[in-house]
């Protein structure tokens, strides 16, 4: 059945009816409704029984692969397993209900909720303020970088040049040129840590400031971090941290301590919230006292006890989001913070550390690790040499472990990496889930040494096999029924 369309189940009129007869007296739609609302030819939908279609559709919810359904080890993603206790406190009818046109009277409780998560985050990550208001990751990064620029421009400088590590997330770059500004990049040393001479060298009097991920997207921690502040701050730039990383320090170290003016927190990584296409997600950005004034607006303040929208930020970069921000995944996060409270949150990092080095140990000598210093919550390997040997790219690596149920790491990134497979366990995972995918792929490497024409090929035990993706970028073919 699920090999086809909805459309295709269509059989025309459904059969079964169990409904008893009107006990109203029956009434024509045409009588009820004005002509202009009225529809001038049928909706086409298809007709199905009630238990079809439910079969239909979660016969389909079986073929993609979730987070509930097994390990999701995406290095930098933290697709943690999302508490269903979040999904009962989001669906609450107080807050379900609630439109974002509501007078702040009517408000008052979900204003407290967004207040507290503001004061909560502010404290997890040691920041001055915050708001809640961006989207996502990548919209939190645009948000910093704006501040970032007016904030130079207020001082009358005209800085317009923002340091990227090589290793950085792919959207660092493409937020501080969407924001205005340009990007050098700044190498790694051979510990794939921050090259502290090509730093002091790209220091100057037009660098804005430098955007950096600790730790690192090898999973390293900069242990250099203190100087890395001190010279940028030294430089008259800001330090930005992306925040994909977070999942690490919680409890552990607070950003802000460590020389950070401006940091966005993916609540839909650190904090359960679901992503991917169970967004959408959120992506608020806590600044320092450097920045408190360039927030966008309004933020969430308390006078007494009442909570209102604040709009009286002095260098406001303005409004980032329409309405508030998110509001469902603010729900889900003040929930998961609120349930594990501080000891918790350090329990969770220390947790993700501790699998993330348990299965690089349960991996050695399977694949190459080319950055050997110890990692926190997540690591990266290549298959470099075993491409060179036998054929198998990471790509067939990556496709053959959907034969065994558990979904790729993220691959070819870092950049700095070649044949990277990049593997964040996170702490949700048992030691039995590790264990299983520690065992499945140091498998796979044994197979391709023996048949590297059958990773070539894999996957063999998915609903759909292996795609030509060249040609589905190049010819898109949408399938789409007009009944």
């Given at each position: 059945m699920y090999k086809k369309l909805i459309f295709e189940l269509?059989?025309?009129?459904?059969?079964?009816n169990y409904f008893s007869e009107l006990d109203v007296p029956e009434e024509e739609l045409e009588d009820l409704l004005p002509p202009s609302a009225l529809r001038r030819e049928p909706i086409g939908l298809p007709e199905v029984a009630e238990n079809e279609v439910i079969r239909h559709f979660i016969a389909l919810s079986t073929l993609n692969y979730h987070v509930d359904k097994g390990i999701y080890p995406l290095g930098s993603c933290t697709m943690k397993y999302n508490p269903k206790v979040n999904e009962d406190t989001s669906a609450l009818p107080g807050f379900a209900g609630l439109h974002p046109l509501q007078p702040e009277e009517s408000v008052q409780g979900a204003l407290q909720l967004m207040y507290e998560l503001q004061e909560l985050l502010k404290e997890i990550v040691g920041m001055r303020a915050i708001t809640l208001q961006p989207a996502a990751g990548a919209h939190?990064?645009?948000?910093?970088?704006?501040?970032?620029?007016?904030?130079h421009k207020v001082r009358g400088q005209a800085r317009n040049t923002m340091l990227v590590p090589d290793s950085a997330h792919g959207t660092n770059p493409a937020s501080v040129t969407i924001a205005g500004m340009k990007t050098l990049e700044v190498k790694s040393d051979d510990r794939g840590l921050v090259d502290l001479d090509d730093l002091k060298a790209k220091l100057g009097p037009d660098v804005a400031g430098l955007m950096l991920t600790n730790p690192s997207t090898l999973g390293i921690f900069e242990e250099n971090i203190l100087e890395i502040s001190e010279l940028v701050h030294e430089a008259g730039g800001l330090m930005y941290m992306d925040g994909a990383n977070l999942n690490a320090l919680l409890g552990i170290v607070r950003p802000g301590d460590l020389g950070f003016d401006v940091l966005h927190i993916n609540l839909h990584k650190t904090f359960s919230v679901p992503h991917g296409g169970g967004g959408p997600g959120s992506g608020p950005v806590a600044?320092?006292?450097?920045?408190?004034?360039?927030?966008?607006?309004?933020?969430v303040s308390r006078h007494e006890d009442k909570y209102f929208w604040d709009y009286e930020i002095p260098h406001s970069i303005g409004k980032m989001l329409t309405f508030?921000?998110?509001?469902?995944a603010l729900v889900r996060a003040y929930t998961y913070i609120r349930m594990h409270g501080a000891e918790g949150l350090r329990r969770i990092a220390e947790t993700a550390i501790l699998n993330a080095n348990y299965l690089l140990k349960r991996l050695e000598g399977a694949l190459e690790?080319?950055?050997?210093?110890?990692?926190?919550?997540?690591?990266?390997?290549?298959?470099?040499?075993?491409?060179?040997?036998?054929?198998?790219k990471t790509l067939d690596i990556a496709k053959r472990l959907l034969d065994f149920g558990v979904h790729a790491p993220t691959i070819y990134f870092p950049l700095v990496v070649k044949e990277a497979l990049m593997i964040e366990p996170t702490e949700s995972e048992s030691k039995a889930m590790l264990d299983y995918f520690a065992t499945t792929l140091r498998h796979i490497v044994q197979e391709a040494k023996?048949?590297?024409?059958?990773?070539?090929?894999?996957?063999?035990?998915?609903?759909?096999?292996?795609?030509?993706?060249?040609?589905?970028?190049?010819?898109?073919?949408?399938?789409?029924?007009?009944k």
């Open positions: 269509d059989r025309g009129e459904v059969e079964q939190g990064e645009l948000t910093g970088c704006l501040m970032i620029r007016k904030y600044v320092s006292e450097r920045l408190k004034d360039f927030l966008p607006v309004p933020i508030w921000g998110n509001f469902a690790l080319p950055f050997p210093t110890r990692p926190m919550h997540e690591f990266v390997l290549s298959a470099h040499s075993l491409m060179k040997e036998t054929g198998v023996e048949d590297p024409q059958l990773l070539k090929e894999a996957p063999h035990a998915t609903p759909v096999g292996r795609l030509n993706e060249l040609k589905a970028n190049k010819e898109l073919v949408v399938r789409w029924h007009n």
